[in-house]
C-alpha cells in the first residue's frame, strides 16, 4: 500500500521530517552538517521507506560517526519517528504532535540531552496547541529550576538523581588559546607558500591570489583536585559525576582526588559509562570521607605530577573547603608552588554557600592569597558559573575576590 | 673506524659504549642490544640529565653512522621535521617558464613538484644512507610536541617512510636506528610506545658515577671525585623538586676543579650549589647545617674506600 502513495504529496513531506529530524540529533549534540542532511535525504531516497528497518539504517550509517552516538540515535529514532505504519503518519505528520506525543507516555524517562532537542525552549508550533507545548515544558523544566538552587547536601535520594543527569549535561567551554601550529584560513596571518605555489603552478601565472594560514587554537588541558576528606563528602560524590561528565567531553583532563593520599583517577573516569566509572573509582580510592592532610597532598603533586601534567600551560581546579587537618602547615609553600606552575589556578569552595564565610581557618588563609579565582562549588547553580568564569575573558592573577574578603595574593 | 656489523650480544654492546665513553647499566645495554637486533625504535624516558640523548650521539659514534636530529618543540610539524617545498626556487621556475611563453601548466605543475625542489629535514635525511649506512635518528623530547605530530611519526616508526601528497610514499632503502627519548612532562601515546622498545634511565649506582666522572673529568682528584660524587648521592636521596642527574654532577666536579679544589668543604659547596641545585626551594632545602653534615659524610665514605 505504501507504494500506492502518490510521490508529490509524501516526498516533500518527508524531506521536511528528515530535516527536522537531523535538527532533533544536532540539538541533542549529534555533529549533524547540512552535508549530513543532504547525504541523509540521498540515502533515504535510494533505500525507499517501505521497510522500516532499512530506513533507520540508511540514516544511522549517514548520522552516526562514532559508536558512543548510537544509544542517542536509537532512542531519537523511536521516539521521532513512533508510528510503526510509517509512511501515513508522515503523511498528517505536523511538527507540534511530536511534542503532544511525548507527553502521553511521559513516564518513560527520556535522556535529558534528548527531550530538551524535542522541546526547544521557543516552539514555532505552526498549528494547534501551542498553549500545551509551554504547559509541557514547564511541568518538566520548573523542578529543575528549583534543583539548581538547592544545596547539594540537602537533596534526598530522588532530587540527587536528577541533579545527576542534569550535570552529565553540563560543559566547561574553556577558552581556546593559540598554539604554535598553522592551519590554513581564509585570513590568516601566514603566507601559505606551498598552497599559493601550487595555485600559480596550475593557472600558470604567479598573480594568484595568495593562500594564508593563521594559528590554530587550542584548549588547554585541565587538572583537577578534589578534596575528598569527611567534611567534603556530600559534595565530593556530586562532584564527581561532573568531573566524569567533563572527562568525557574534552581530551586531556587529568583528575586526581585527595584526602590523606592523593591518587590519579584520570583513567577509571575515562570510562564511557560513569557508574562503572565511578564504581572504578571507589575502588581506587583508600581515604573516603577521612581527614584532610592538604599541605602534604599538595606537596606529592608537585613532586609527583606537577611536570608531567601542568606543562602546557594547564588551568588548575582546586575543588576543597579548605580545612586541614594540619592546621595549614606547609601548605602556603606548596600552593605557591602550584600557583607558579600552572597557567590559571581556581580555587572551588562549597563553603562559600555561607554569606558570613570567613577566611579564619589556618588552612584557608594559606591558600587564599594563591588562587586566581575563588568560585562557591555547591548547588548546579554554582557549577553553571563556573562554566561561565571560563568562557569569560582571563582574569589576571591577584584578583581573585570571594563575598566577604579581598583577595590577598602578593603581587 | 665506520663498521656496517652490529654488536652481537649484551657484553659487546656494554663494551662498545664503554669505549666510546658512556657507561650503561645491563638493563639499558639489553635494550639498545634488542633496539639493533630487532630493528625496533628505541624509547628512553627518564629524569633530565640521565644520559638519554647521550646514547643516540655515542651510539652514531660507535657504529660509525651518521646522527640525525630532531630537536621537538611545541607546534613543530613537517615543514621543519620532515620536508619542505623549495619556494623561492619553485618561483624562479614558474617566471622562468612564464617568460618563455606557451606554458604547459600541467607540466609546470608536476615539474615544481619534483625531488629537485625538495628540502629535506631531519626525518627525510635518516630515510637515506650516509656513506652506505643507515643514520641514527634521535627524536630528542618527544613530549614537548603535540598529538598531531605523534600521531604523524606512527606512519614513520612503523613503515619507515614517508608520504609527499605529490610525489608518493618515499621508503627509506635501510631503515635507521632511532632512538626516541621523553622528559615525561606528559604522557606519550601507547600507539607510539607499542611500537618501540621502552627504557626508564635511571640515576647511576654510586660506582657506576664515579667511572663517569673519572673519564668525563680527568682533571679532577680522585678522593675529589668520590666526595663529588657521595655527596651527590646523598642529594638524591634528600626530598628535593629536581634531584641532581649526571649532567649536574659533571658541571660540579668541572666547576669545582676550576676552583682548584682537591676536597669538598662546606663553604664551597654553598658557593656552588648552583650547578647541582636548579630550583631555589631546594637550594634553600641544603643549608650549611646540612652542607656540613652531608660534606661530613661524603668525605668519611671517600676516605673508606680510598683506604679500602
Redesign the interface.
Known amino acids: 500500500m505504501t507504494a500506492s502513495v502518490p510521490k508529490s504529496a509524501g516526498e516533500p513531506r518527508l524531506a521536511e521530517n528528515i530535516l527536522h529530524f537531523t535538527r532533533v540529533l544536532r540539538a541533542a549534540g549529534l555533529p549533524v552538517g547540512p552535508a549530513k542532511v543532504i547525504a541523509a535525504l540521498q540515502a533515504v531516497e535510494a533505500v525507499g521507506v517501505e521497510r522500516r528497518e532499512d530506513f533507520r539504517a540508511a540514516l544511522e550509517s549517514v548520522l552516526i560517526e562514532r559508536h558512543e552516538q548510537q544509544a542517542l540515535f536509537d532512542q531519537a529514532f523511536e521516539l521521532y519517528w513512533r508510528n510503526p505504519r510509517l509512511l501515513e503518519r508522515m503523511m498528517q505528520m505536523l511538527l507540534p504532535k511530536v511534542y503532544t506525543r511525548r507527553r502521553a507516555d511521559a513516564e518513560a524517562p527520556l535522556p535529558a540531552r534528548l527531550a530538551e532537542a524535542l522541546v526547544p525552549p521557543r516552539s514555532d508550533a505552526r498549528e494547534a496547541e501551542p498553549e500545551e507545548v509551554a504547559a509541557d515544558a514547564a511541568f518538566s523544566f520548573s523542578p529543575r529550576e528549583v534543583l539548581q538552587g538547592k544545596d547539594f547536601e540537602t537533596m534526598t535520594a530522588a532530587e540527587l538523581a536528577e541533579v545527576k543527569a542534569m550535570i552529565a549535561r553540563l560543559r566547561l567551554p574553556l577558552p581556546e588559546l593559540p598554539?604554535?601550529?598553522?592551519v590554513g584560513a581564509d585570513r590568516g596571518s601566514v603566507i601559505d607558500?606551498?598552497a599559493s605555489?601550487?595555485a600559480?603552478?596550475?593557472?600558470?601565472?604567479?598573480a594568484v591570489p595568495l593562500a594564508w594560514r593563521e594559528r590554530r587554537r587550542r584548549r588547554p588541558p585541565l587538572v583537577v583536585l578534589c578534596d575528598i576528606s569527611g567534611s567534603m563528602d556530600r559534595y565530593s560524590r556530586m562532584l564527581l559525576f561532573f568531573l566524569h561528565a567533563i572527562t568525557n567531553d574534552q581530551d586531556r583532563v587529568h583528575t586526581l582526588l585527595f584526602g590523606t593520599r592523593l591518587t590519579n583517577i584520570t583513567r577509571h573516569l575515562r570510562r564511557r559509562d560513569v557508574d562503572v566509572a565511578l564504581a572504578r573509582v571507589s575502588a581506587a580510592v583508600s581515604d573516603w570521607a577521612g581527614g584532610t592532610r592538604i599541605g602534604a597532598c599538595l606537596a606529592e603533586f608537585?613532586?609527583r605530577w606537577s611536570?608531567?601534567?601542568l606543562?602546557?600551560g594547564a588551568i588548575v581546579l582546586l575543588i576543597s573547603d579548605g580545612l586541614d587537618s594540619d592546621v595549614g602547615e606547609g601548605l602556603a609553600?606548596e600552593m605557591e608552588?602550584l600557583a607558579k606552575s600552572c597557567r590559571r589556578l581556581i580555587w572551588l569552595n562549597p563553603l562559600l554557600r555561607y554569606s558570613k564565610f570567613e577566611a579564619r581557618p589556618a588552612g584557608i588563609r594559606a591558600m587564599l592569597p594563591y588562587v586566581d579565582e575563588l568560585l562557591p562549588v555547591h548547588n548546579l547553580e554554582s557549577l553553571k558559573q563556573l562554566a561561565a568564569t571560563f568562557a569569560r575573558p582571563h582574569a589576571t592573577r591577584g584578583t581573585a575576590r570571594a563575598p566577604g574578603f579581598a583577595s590577598r595574593r602578593a603581587a | 673506524m665506520p663498521s656496517a656489523t652490529l654488536p652481537s650480544s649484551v657484553d659487546d654492546v656494554v663494551e662498545l659504549l664503554e669505549k666510546h665513553d658512556y657507561f650503561a647499566d645491563r638493563r639499558l645495554a639489553t635494550s639498545v642490544f634488542l633496539a639493533l637486533k630487532m630493528g625496533r625504535p628505541l624509547f628512553l624516558e627518564g629524569e633530565a640529565g640521565v644520559g638519554k640523548t647521550e646514547i643516540a650521539k655515542v651510539l652514531a659514534n660507535a657504529l660509525g653512522r651518521e646522527l640525525v636530529r630532531l630537536q621537538c618543540y611545541e607546534g613543530l610539524d613537517t615543514a621543519s621535521a620532515v620536508y619542505e617545498w623549495n619556494y623561492p626556487r619553485q618561483m624562479i621556475e614558474i617566471r622562468l617558464a612564464e617568460a618563455q611563453g606557451g606554458v604547459d601548466r600541467e607540466a609546470l605543475a608536476t615539474d615544481i613538484f619534483t625531488e629537485r625542489f625538495l628540502i629535506r629535514r631531519p626525518i627525510m635525511q635518516a630515510l637515506v644512507p650516509h656513506r652506505g649506512l643507515a643514520p641514527v635518528l634521535l627524536i630528542d623530547e618527544l613530549d614537548r610536541t603535540d598529538e598531531p605530530f605523534e600521531a604523524y611519526l606512527l606512519e614513520v616508526l612503523a613503515e619507515y617512510q614517508v608520504t609527499i601528497p605529490e610525489l608518493g610514499a618515499i621508503v627509506a632503502s635501510s631503515p635507521p636506528i632511532v632512538v626516541i627519548t621523553s622528559n615525561r612532562t606528559r604522557e606519550i601515546h601507547d600507539a607510539i610506545k607499542r611500537r618501540c622498545l621502552y627504557h626508564w634511565v635511571d640515576y647511576p649506582t654510586a660506582a657506576r658515577e664515579l667511572a663517569i666522572v673519572r673519564r668525563k673529568v680527568p682533571g679532577a682528584d680522585l678522593r675529589l671525585s668520590r666526595e663529588v660524587v657521595a655527596f651527590t648521592q646523598r642529594l638524591r636521596a634528600m626530598d628535593l623538586f629536581k634531584a641532581p642527574g649526571i649532567a649536574e654532577t659533571l658541571d660540579w666536579a668541572e666547576a669545582l676543579v676550576a676552583l682548584d679544589k682537591i676536597a669538598l668543604d662546606p663553604e664551597t659547596v654553598a658557593n656552588t650549589l648552583g650547578a647541582l641545585l636548579k630550583y631555589q626551594d631546594d637550594i634553600g632545602a641544603v643549608s650549611v647545617e646540612v652542607a656540613t653534615q652531608l660534606v661530613g659524610e661524603a668525605r668519611l665514605e671517600a676516605a673508606a674506600e680510598l683506604g679500602s
Not at chain 1, 600559480?200 to 604567479?206: F, I, N, R
Open positions: 598554539i604554535r601550529r598553522l607558500m606551498r605555489l601550487r600559480m603552478a596550475k593557472a600558470g601565472t604567479s608537585n613532586r611536570r608531567r601534567l606543562a602546557q609553600v608552588r
